[in-house]
Antibody
Protein backbone atom coordinates (compact mmCIF):
# COMPACT_ATOMS: atom_id res chain seq x y z
CA UNK A 1 0.00 0.00 0.00
CA UNK A 2 1.46 3.31 -1.09
CA UNK A 3 2.16 5.78 1.70
CA UNK A 4 3.53 9.30 1.71
CA UNK A 5 5.07 11.13 4.66
CA UNK A 6 5.99 14.80 4.87
CA UNK A 7 8.92 15.96 6.97
CA UNK A 8 10.67 19.23 7.71
CA UNK A 9 10.82 22.18 10.12
CA UNK A 10 7.55 23.26 11.68
CA UNK A 11 8.69 26.85 12.16
CA UNK A 12 10.25 29.14 9.57
CA UNK A 13 11.19 32.80 9.96
CA UNK A 14 9.75 35.45 7.63
CA UNK A 15 11.80 36.05 4.47
CA UNK A 16 13.53 32.68 4.84
CA UNK A 17 13.02 29.47 2.84
CA UNK A 18 10.54 26.74 3.71
CA UNK A 19 11.90 23.26 2.90
CA UNK A 20 9.90 20.04 3.09
CA UNK A 21 10.51 16.49 1.94
CA UNK A 22 7.98 13.81 1.05
CA UNK A 23 9.09 10.20 1.43
CA UNK A 24 7.21 7.63 -0.64
CA UNK A 25 6.98 4.04 0.60
CA UNK A 26 5.22 0.98 -0.77
CA UNK A 27 5.84 1.98 -4.37
CA UNK A 28 8.35 3.58 -6.69
CA UNK A 29 8.50 7.30 -7.33
CA UNK A 30 9.97 6.41 -10.73
CA UNK A 31 6.64 5.15 -12.06
CA UNK A 32 5.81 6.59 -15.47
CA UNK A 33 2.10 6.64 -14.57
CA UNK A 34 2.10 9.40 -11.97
CA UNK A 35 3.22 12.86 -11.03
CA UNK A 36 3.98 13.76 -7.41
CA UNK A 37 2.47 16.90 -5.96
CA UNK A 38 2.34 19.42 -3.14
CA UNK A 39 -0.85 21.02 -1.84
CA UNK A 40 -1.28 23.37 1.12
CA UNK A 41 -4.13 24.44 3.40
CA UNK A 42 -3.93 27.57 5.59
CA UNK A 43 -5.58 27.13 9.00
CA UNK A 44 -9.37 27.17 8.62
CA UNK A 45 -9.16 27.70 4.86
CA UNK A 46 -9.32 25.71 1.63
CA UNK A 47 -6.84 23.70 -0.40
CA UNK A 48 -4.33 25.30 -2.77
CA UNK A 49 -2.35 23.37 -5.38
CA UNK A 50 1.36 24.27 -5.27
CA UNK A 51 2.90 22.15 -7.99
CA UNK A 52 3.74 18.73 -9.43
CA UNK A 53 6.89 16.90 -10.48
CA UNK A 54 7.52 13.88 -12.73
CA UNK A 55 10.23 11.38 -11.86
CA UNK A 56 12.31 12.77 -14.72
CA UNK A 57 12.39 16.12 -12.94
CA UNK A 58 9.94 18.04 -15.12
CA UNK A 59 7.77 20.39 -13.06
CA UNK A 60 4.55 22.40 -13.20
CA UNK A 61 3.70 25.13 -10.73
CA UNK A 62 0.76 27.24 -9.61
CA UNK A 63 1.25 30.54 -11.46
CA UNK A 64 0.61 32.50 -8.25
CA UNK A 65 3.56 30.78 -6.50
CA UNK A 66 5.82 30.01 -9.45
CA UNK A 67 8.35 32.77 -8.75
CA UNK A 68 9.07 31.42 -5.24
CA UNK A 69 8.66 27.65 -5.60
CA UNK A 70 11.03 24.84 -6.54
CA UNK A 71 10.06 21.17 -6.48
CA UNK A 72 12.77 18.54 -6.94
CA UNK A 73 12.96 14.75 -6.94
CA UNK A 74 15.52 12.24 -5.66
CA UNK A 75 14.66 8.88 -7.18
CA UNK A 76 17.49 7.13 -5.31
CA UNK A 77 15.80 7.99 -2.02
CA UNK A 78 12.21 7.72 -3.32
CA UNK A 79 11.65 11.29 -2.18
CA UNK A 80 10.55 14.61 -3.61
CA UNK A 81 10.97 18.02 -2.03
CA UNK A 82 9.46 21.49 -1.84
CA UNK A 83 11.29 24.77 -1.40
CA UNK A 84 9.33 28.00 -0.96
CA UNK A 85 11.42 31.14 -0.77
CA UNK A 86 10.79 34.49 0.90
CA UNK A 87 7.98 33.21 3.09
CA UNK A 88 5.53 35.43 4.95
CA UNK A 89 2.79 34.74 7.49
CA UNK A 90 0.45 34.06 4.56
CA UNK A 91 2.46 30.91 3.85
CA UNK A 92 1.51 29.41 7.23
CA UNK A 93 -0.38 26.24 6.35
CA UNK A 94 -0.59 22.49 6.55
CA UNK A 95 1.46 21.20 3.64
CA UNK A 96 0.44 17.91 2.02
CA UNK A 97 2.21 15.75 -0.52
CA UNK A 98 0.27 13.39 -2.76
CA UNK A 99 0.52 11.09 -5.73
CA UNK A 100 -1.02 12.66 -8.84
CA UNK A 101 -2.79 10.76 -11.58
CA UNK A 102 -1.88 11.40 -15.21
CA UNK A 103 -4.60 11.49 -17.87
CA UNK A 104 -4.40 11.90 -21.62
CA UNK A 105 -1.73 14.21 -23.02
CA UNK A 106 0.07 14.26 -19.65
CA UNK A 107 -2.69 16.26 -17.94
CA UNK A 108 -2.90 15.81 -14.16
CA UNK A 109 -6.31 14.73 -12.94
CA UNK A 110 -6.43 13.52 -9.30
CA UNK A 111 -4.57 13.31 -5.98
CA UNK A 112 -4.44 9.96 -4.18
CA UNK A 113 -3.22 9.02 -1.66
CA UNK A 114 -2.24 12.01 0.46
CA UNK A 115 0.31 12.26 3.20
CA UNK A 116 -0.92 13.12 6.68
CA UNK A 117 0.23 16.72 6.29
CA UNK A 118 2.65 18.85 8.26
CA UNK A 119 1.95 22.26 9.76
CA UNK A 120 4.48 24.93 8.91
CA UNK A 121 4.22 28.20 10.79
CA UNK A 122 5.94 31.34 9.56
CA UNK A 123 6.85 33.50 12.52
CA UNK A 124 9.82 35.28 14.00
CA UNK B 1 -6.35 31.14 -12.25
CA UNK B 2 -9.25 31.70 -9.82
CA UNK B 3 -10.57 29.17 -7.31
CA UNK B 4 -13.64 27.21 -8.34
CA UNK B 5 -16.86 28.34 -6.65
CA UNK B 6 -18.57 26.07 -4.14
CA UNK B 7 -21.35 26.82 -1.65
CA UNK B 8 -19.91 27.41 1.79
CA UNK B 9 -22.30 24.95 3.39
CA UNK B 10 -25.02 22.42 2.68
CA UNK B 11 -27.04 20.22 4.99
CA UNK B 12 -29.35 17.24 4.93
CA UNK B 13 -30.98 14.68 7.16
CA UNK B 14 -29.91 11.04 7.35
CA UNK B 15 -31.20 9.09 4.38
CA UNK B 16 -31.70 12.18 2.23
CA UNK B 17 -29.66 13.25 -0.80
CA UNK B 18 -27.55 16.37 -1.08
CA UNK B 19 -25.79 17.90 -4.04
CA UNK B 20 -22.70 20.11 -3.90
CA UNK B 21 -21.97 22.32 -6.89
CA UNK B 22 -18.60 23.42 -8.21
CA UNK B 23 -18.63 26.24 -10.74
CA UNK B 24 -15.65 27.12 -12.87
CA UNK B 25 -15.14 28.54 -16.33
CA UNK B 26 -14.78 27.40 -19.92
CA UNK B 27 -11.02 27.25 -19.24
CA UNK B 28 -11.22 24.61 -16.53
CA UNK B 29 -14.38 22.69 -15.56
CA UNK B 30 -16.08 23.46 -18.86
CA UNK B 31 -13.16 22.43 -21.04
CA UNK B 32 -11.92 19.22 -19.43
CA UNK B 33 -13.48 16.09 -17.96
CA UNK B 34 -10.88 16.07 -15.19
CA UNK B 35 -12.88 17.11 -12.15
CA UNK B 36 -12.16 15.34 -8.86
CA UNK B 37 -13.81 15.54 -5.44
CA UNK B 38 -12.23 15.15 -1.99
CA UNK B 39 -13.71 14.49 1.44
CA UNK B 40 -11.89 15.93 4.44
CA UNK B 41 -12.80 15.16 8.03
CA UNK B 42 -11.46 17.48 10.75
CA UNK B 43 -7.71 17.28 11.24
CA UNK B 44 -7.45 14.62 8.56
CA UNK B 45 -5.93 14.54 5.09
CA UNK B 46 -8.33 14.80 2.13
CA UNK B 47 -9.58 11.57 0.57
CA UNK B 48 -10.31 11.10 -3.13
CA UNK B 49 -14.02 10.34 -3.67
CA UNK B 50 -14.62 11.00 -7.38
CA UNK B 51 -12.28 11.51 -10.33
CA UNK B 52 -12.70 12.20 -14.04
CA UNK B 53 -16.10 13.76 -13.21
CA UNK B 54 -17.96 10.49 -12.62
CA UNK B 55 -15.53 7.71 -11.61
CA UNK B 56 -15.36 6.25 -8.11
CA UNK B 57 -12.09 4.85 -6.72
CA UNK B 58 -12.24 1.37 -5.26
CA UNK B 59 -13.70 1.42 -1.76
CA UNK B 60 -15.80 4.57 -2.16
CA UNK B 61 -19.50 3.81 -1.59
CA UNK B 62 -21.77 4.06 -4.62
CA UNK B 63 -23.82 6.60 -2.64
CA UNK B 64 -21.31 9.11 -3.97
CA UNK B 65 -21.70 10.17 -7.58
CA UNK B 66 -20.43 12.94 -9.80
CA UNK B 67 -21.69 14.77 -12.85
CA UNK B 68 -21.00 17.84 -14.96
CA UNK B 69 -23.02 20.27 -17.05
CA UNK B 70 -21.25 23.09 -18.82
CA UNK B 71 -18.98 24.94 -16.41
CA UNK B 72 -20.51 23.35 -13.30
CA UNK B 73 -19.63 20.00 -11.77
CA UNK B 74 -21.67 18.39 -9.00
CA UNK B 75 -21.18 15.83 -6.27
CA UNK B 76 -24.30 14.02 -5.09
CA UNK B 77 -24.43 12.01 -1.89
CA UNK B 78 -27.50 9.83 -1.57
CA UNK B 79 -28.68 7.97 1.53
CA UNK B 80 -26.86 10.49 3.73
CA UNK B 81 -25.11 9.03 6.75
CA UNK B 82 -23.66 10.65 9.84
CA UNK B 83 -20.11 9.82 8.78
CA UNK B 84 -20.57 11.83 5.57
CA UNK B 85 -20.38 15.02 7.64
CA UNK B 86 -17.15 16.62 6.43
CA UNK B 87 -15.70 19.28 4.16
CA UNK B 88 -15.80 18.58 0.44
CA UNK B 89 -13.50 20.09 -2.18
CA UNK B 90 -13.66 19.96 -5.95
CA UNK B 91 -10.59 20.22 -8.15
CA UNK B 92 -10.25 20.68 -11.90
CA UNK B 93 -7.51 20.57 -14.50
CA UNK B 94 -7.13 24.17 -15.61
CA UNK B 95 -4.92 23.97 -18.68
CA UNK B 96 -1.17 24.39 -19.09
CA UNK B 97 -0.62 21.45 -16.71
CA UNK B 98 -2.12 23.34 -13.77
CA UNK B 99 -4.86 22.42 -11.30
CA UNK B 100 -7.30 24.53 -9.30
CA UNK B 101 -9.36 23.70 -6.21
CA UNK B 102 -12.74 24.96 -5.10
CA UNK B 103 -13.12 26.88 -1.86
CA UNK B 104 -14.71 23.94 -0.06
CA UNK B 105 -18.19 23.07 1.21
CA UNK B 106 -19.06 22.08 4.76
CA UNK B 107 -21.65 19.29 4.80
CA UNK B 108 -23.74 19.04 7.95
CA UNK B 109 -25.84 15.94 8.61
CA UNK B 110 -28.78 17.13 10.70
Amino acid sequence: QLQLQESGPGLVKPSETLSLTCTVSGGSISSSSYYWGWIRQPPGKGLEWIGNIYYSGSTNYNPSLKSRVTISVDTSKNQFSLRLRFVTAADTAVYYCARVGIAARRMANWFDPWGQGTLVTVSS
Amino acid sequence: QSALTQPRSVSGSPGQSVTISCTGTSSDVGDYNYVSWYQQHPVKAPKLMIYDVTKRPSGVPDRFSGSKSGNTASLTISGLQAEDEADYYCCSYAGSYTLVFGGGTKLTVL
